[in-house]
């Protein structure tokens, strides 16, 4: 027993592992933020290292120190690419001055106002507060205030109470030993449904829109009519069955279509609000700009591509003289300084280097990625159409680099050209192949199959194998399931959700 267990605890196994060092982990990380990000990735790294500092508009761009020490190494641009690929981290010996924990950061509202930067945010009232206020003021005894508040608390993000009653109950029976009925906790919960946003705690989206057509103004043309199709005829109007709601509740479809116009003013998600402020600071700072210039004199009759890396707000760095010469000063003395003092500095020093190093090798790859992309999807950068099938593979292979590599630079990048802003993401697609042998980019197709569905006759939406047909005739051989992948991709419902009442 003894030696089968010895035997079990000697078991040896043997594996290839190669490990990410610090400074191949700060490169990957640069290489996947957007310019967005990057100047203040960059700000916090000349926070953390006095030894990185901003150059002035006539020095060079960025500048890194060649002869600092005989022992700082420079960073293998070509070993840092290779590891680019999946292997294990090894995070114990990662270096905190380099890591970006992928935040996004947002611009001050002023760049040029230093002061804003240190103002914080307006307060801004959540949902949740504004309603407490509104149900203090309500007439409320002691237990409907407990019934108000679990009911307010179990509100999902779109607003709906989707708790059973009586879970309500029991749990202020529970815990405050008040015997509620389910009854009364309906009652708290229809009259929290009247406050702002109106519709909120609703059980359901028929609830929901039926309360605010109630609520609604007396005046709004096809209100009457809307409350009975909702309250009445609702399984029929969700599968929109008009020939039976115009049966059943007698009517005509000029009035359905009024009652349709009234219902699609109410909201459904009452509780999907938001503070205005972050959406105001969502927006997109383009990484590249691409443009085609036309064949003229100062182009020797042929036209070429201007494409330009944004690197507007990034500051540029080099290494601060006055730490260069103080480390060579330490060199030069006979009697060195301490250990620690001697560590520190060369610790900053090699920091420093290796990161204006990443943020060089980061300009090179985003520049070859973006060049490879335009020389693949010309006729798109210079005519605004004709997109080629292109995949990551496609990339990687004519810059010499992984996939995961290209997947990092294309991943949260944008491109501004003269047909609008794009995600880099948007050139990737795979292809198909005409009756003609002629292969097409799948976005071409998507574009072809809604430009179908927009032109549709939506008493008689197209099903999806009538549309895999009208796609067949105009020489694209699609099947059935594909075009029902490709109708939900660009979120048009199935044909019989599509159905309207002209």
């Known amino acids: 027993m003894l030696k089968n267990q010895q035997s079990l605890g000697q078991r040896l196994s043997q594996g290839l592992q190669q490990k990410l060092s610090p400074q191949q982990l700060q490169y990957i990380k640069l ?125 999902d993000e779109d607003g709906y109470f989707r708790r059973e009653l009586i879970a309500v109950a029991d749990n202020i029976t529970f815990n405050h030993g008040v015997f509620i009925e389910e009854d009364e906790v309906e009652a708290v919960r229809k009259q929290i449904q009247l406050l702002d946003p109106i519709g909120i705690a609703s059980r359901d989206l028929q609830d929901c829109l039926l309360v605010q057509l109630e609520n609604s103004d007396p005046e709004l043309p096809g209100r009457n009519l809307a409350i009975r199709v909702v309250r009445d005829a609702w399984t029929a109007f969700e599968k929109k069955h008009f020939a039976k709601l115009v049966q059943k509740l007698n009517t005509d479809e000029e009035a359905l279509k009024e009652a349709f116009d009234a219902i699609r003013h109410m909201d459904p998600r009452p509780g999907a609000v938001s503070d205005g402020l972050e959406e105001s600071q969502n927006y997109i700072e383009p990484d590249f700009e691409v443009y085609w210039r036309g064949a003229d004199q100062t182009t020797s009759g042929k036209g070429e591509f201007v494409i330009s890396l944004n690197q507007r707000n ?74 080629k099938p292109m995949i990551l593979k496609d990339v990687a292979e004519r810059i010499g680099m992984d996939i995961s590599t290209v997947s990092r630079v294309v991943n949260g990048k944008y491109v501004q050209s003269n047909f609008g802003v794009h995600e880099l993401k948007y050139f990737f697609n795979e292809g198909l192949t005409t009756e ?67």
């Open 31 to 155: 290489l996947q933020i957007p310019t967005i990000a990057l100047e203040q990735r960059i700000k916090e790294e000349m926070e953390l290292n006095p030894v990185l500092e901003e150059v002035d508009g006539s020095a060079s761009q960025l500048e890194t120190l060649d002869s600092v020490s005989e022992e700082t190494e420079q960073p293998d641009s070509e070993d840092a690419l290779e590891s680019l690929e999946e292997h294990e981290v090894d995070w114990d010996d990662f270096n905190d001055n380099t890591d970006y924990d992928g935040e996004t950061y947002s611009t001050p509202v002023n760049p040029d106002i230093e002061e804003w930067r240190d103002l914080p945010n307006p307060y801004q009232e959540t949902l949740l507060e504004r309603l407490e206020e509104q149900v203090s003021l309500l007439d409320f005894n002691e237990e409907e205030e407990l019934i108000a508040d679990q009911i307010l608390g179990s509100l």
């Open 314 to 387: 990034a500051p540029q760095l080099r290494i601060s003289p006055e730490y260069t010469q103080m480390w060579e000063e330490i060199k030069a003395r006979k009697e060195k300084p301490d250990a620690q003092t001697q560590q520190f500095m060369k610790t900053k020093i090699d920091s420093a280097n290796w990161f204006i190093e990443s943020i060089r090798q980061r300009q090179n790859t985003l520049m070859n990625t973006m060049k490879t992309i335009v020389a693949l999807q010309e006729d798109f950068f210079k005519y605004g159409d004709g997109l």
């Open 436 to 502: 003609s042998g002629e292969e097409v980019s799948n976005r071409e197709v998507k574009n072809i199959l809604q430009a179908i569905i927009a032109g549709e006759d939506k008493r008689n939406p197209l099903s999806d194998q009538a549309l895999a047909d009208m796609l067949n005739e105009r020489g694209y051989k699609v099947a059935r399931r594909t075009v029902s992948k490709y109708r939900e991709q660009l979120n048009e419902p199935v044909a019989r959700l599509r159905k309207q009442i002209i």
